[in-house]
């Protein structure tokens, strides 16, 4: 066979992620799909803003179709950019300008735009990345050549090792990749974590004088519960890149819209942005959907109705802590992260499934012995997954 054989493992092999959601598809149609429970996937529940429907509908009604629907400069429409940059400047007070910001088509290629730009080829260049993190960071790193290290966090906060960190940087670290609010915790990494990250790896720098470089993947900073904050990690690192999206916040994970917004201050900051142009260029992501850059453009202020989410996070996490699970409470994202009630996650995944339940066994997020389960679904659907949630812990002893 003359082809690409990691190419072939990744598409052969599905991620567990989608290998339950195509059960839960199966099981189904054969027993009723309000009799399973299905918290495997992360796609939002809430619907987009209607602002979002409005401007495409007015968007269409109103403008030339062929530049609407035409080739956008490579990095993205230079209006959209320009009112992303204002957002963030005023949102956050970072000086920014649209020729720090590169449109692409959500978190994903970002990170791999991003991971691409710093990362030199044949050079060893490490990249860490904080369990329990989103699997797809390990093909997003390895295809940009680099090789993954796994920091392990704290102990039942799920909050970022400093000292596990410090550690495991070496000569060959390049970047390092925080997401916060987190899949699969739903842990927003305080900014006392954030400060000392921030400490640590400028140190770091300094002592291989060079920078390592922090990739802020960002596609649940909106969805936050209570009063949290989420530091803007520009504020407190100049070598950052943000990768950011609108799959979630505005809930469009189909419309693939999202950008990389480059810290002013990185040292090189405009090379740097350049390398991210050439990445977006050799990896095929040049000029992310035109219609949606227009459309968000019109609406980065529309929120979702992220209370939902929160009711469900409180319905879930009260039932469940109650029935004995053990879980951190989570500030954000629309994940609840749940220890296994036995060792083997994977196991204690199958014995969910005969109480029609499907959890995600979180081994590949770097942490054994948990499940993730994503509550970004009906509120209907979790009140009525209660009793067996219940009866899956009896069934324990507990
Ligand atoms: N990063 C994290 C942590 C995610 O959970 C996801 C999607 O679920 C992504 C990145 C990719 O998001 P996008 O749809 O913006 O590509």
Same mark, same amino acid.
């Given at each position: 066979?003359?082809?690409?054989?990691?190419?072939?493992?990744?598409?052969?092999?599905?991620?567990?992620?989608?290998?339950?959601?195509?059960?839960?598809?199966?099981?189904?149609?054969?027993?009723?799909?309000?009799?399973?429970?299905?918290?495997?996937?992360?796609?939002?529940?809430?619907?987009?803003?209607?602002?979002?429907?409005?401007?495409?509908?007015?968007?269409?009604?109103?403008?030339?179709?062929?530049?609407?629907?035409?080739?956008?400069?490579?990095?993205?429409?230079?209006?959209?950019?320009?009112?992303? *940059?204002?957002?963030?400047?005023?949102?956050?007070?970072?000086?920014?300008?649209?020729?720090?910001?590169?449109?692409?088509?959500?978190?994903?290629?970002?990170?791999?735009?991003?991971?691409?730009?710093?990362?030199?080829?044949?050079?060893? #260049?490490?990249?860490?990345?904080?369990?329990?993190?989103?699997?797809?960071?390990?093909?997003?790193?390895?295809?940009?050549?680099?090789?993954?290290?796994?920091?392990?966090?704290?102990?039942?906060?799920?909050?970022?090792?400093?000292?596990?960190?410090?550690?495991?940087?070496?000569?060959?670290?390049?970047?390092?990749?925080?997401?916060?609010?987190?899949?699969?915790?739903?842990?927003?990494?305080?900014?006392?974590?954030?400060? *000392?990250?921030?400490?640590?790896?400028?140190?770091?720098?300094?002592?291989?004088?060079?920078?390592?470089?922090?990739?802020? #993947?960002?596609?649940?900073?909106?969805?936050?519960?209570?009063?949290?904050?989420?530091?803007?990690?520009?504020?407190?690192?100049?070598?950052?890149?943000?990768?950011?999206?609108?799959?979630?916040?505005?809930?469009?994970?189909?419309?693939?819209?999202?950008?990389?917004?480059?810290?002013?201050?990185?040292?090189?900051?405009?090379?740097?942005?350049?390398?991210?142009?050439?990445?977006?260029?050799?990896?095929?992501?040049?000029?992310?959907?035109?219609?949606?850059?227009?459309?968000?453009?019109?609406?980065?202020?529309?929120?979702?109705?992220?209370?939902?989410?929160?009711?469900?996070?409180?319905?879930?996490?009260?039932?469940?802590?109650?029935?004995?699970?053990?879980?951190?409470?989570?500030?954000?994202?629309?994940?609840?992260?749940?220890?296994?009630?036995?060792?083997?996650?994977?196991?204690?995944?199958?014995?969910?499934?005969?109480?029609?339940?499907?959890?995600?066994?979180?081994?590949?997020?770097?942490?054994?012995?948990?499940?993730?389960?994503?509550?970004?679904?009906?509120?209907?659907?979790?009140?009525?997954?209660?009793?067996?949630?219940?009866?899956?812990?009896?069934?324990?002893?507990?």
């Amino acid at each position: 066979m003359s082809f690409n054989k990691k190419m072939f493992a990744l598409g052969n092999k599905r991620s567990i992620i989608r290998e339950i959601f195509e059960y839960s598809k199966i099981r189904s149609a054969e027993i009723g799909a309000d009799k399973v429970f299905d918290f495997s996937i992360g796609n939002p529940s809430v619907p987009a803003p209607a602002e979002v429907n409005d401007t495409v509908k007015s968007l269409i009604d109103t403008e030339n179709s062929v530049s609407l629907h035409g080739y956008t400069s490579a990095q993205g429409d230079a209006l959209v950019r320009a009112k992303i *940059a204002d957002s963030i400047r005023s949102r956050f007070g970072v000086d920014i300008t649209p020729n720090h910001i590169y449109m692409t088509c959500g978190a994903a290629a970002s990170l791999s735009i991003c991971l691409r730009a710093v990362i030199e080829d044949n050079s060893g #260049d490490e990249v860490i990345v904080f369990a329990p993190f989103f699997t797809e960071y390990r093909v997003f790193i390895e295809n940009a050549g680099g090789k993954v290290v796994v920091s392990t966090p704290v102990e039942k906060t799920f909050q970022i090792d400093i000292s596990d960190l410090e550690e495991r940087i070496c000569e060959n670290t390049k970047a390092v990749i925080v997401n916060s609010p987190n899949n699969p915790s739903g842990v927003v990494y305080s900014e006392e974590t954030v400060k *000392a990250l921030c400490e640590v790896l400028k140190r770091k720098s300094e002592e291989y004088g060079r920078p390592i470089y922090l990739i802020a #993947d960002e596609p649940y900073r909106e969805l936050v519960y209570s009063q949290v904050s989420v530091p803007y990690l520009m504020n407190y690192y100049d070598n950052t890149l943000v990768c950011y999206s609108f799959s979630k916040s505005l809930s469009l994970p189909g419309e693939r819209i999202g950008y990389i917004a480059v810290c002013p201050n990185m040292t090189d900051g405009k090379e740097i942005y350049l390398a991210v142009c050439g990445a977006g260029r050799s990896l095929g992501y040049v000029c992310a959907p035109s219609l949606f850059q227009k459309v968000i453009g019109e609406c980065l202020d529309a929120k979702v109705n992220v209370e939902a989410y929160r009711e469900n996070r409180d319905i879930l996490y009260n039932a469940l802590t109650d029935y004995g699970y053990e879980c951190v409470k989570p500030d954000g994202a629309f994940y609840l992260f749940v220890k296994a009630l036995e060792d083997d996650a994977y196991k204690f995944y199958e014995k969910a499934k005969e109480y029609e339940i499907l959890v995600v066994p979180c081994d590949d997020f770097g942490v054994s012995g948990y499940v993730r389960i994503a509550y970004c679904t009906d509120k209907s659907k979790i009140v009525n997954s209660l009793p067996s949630f219940k009866a899956l812990a009896e069934s324990y002893g507990i």
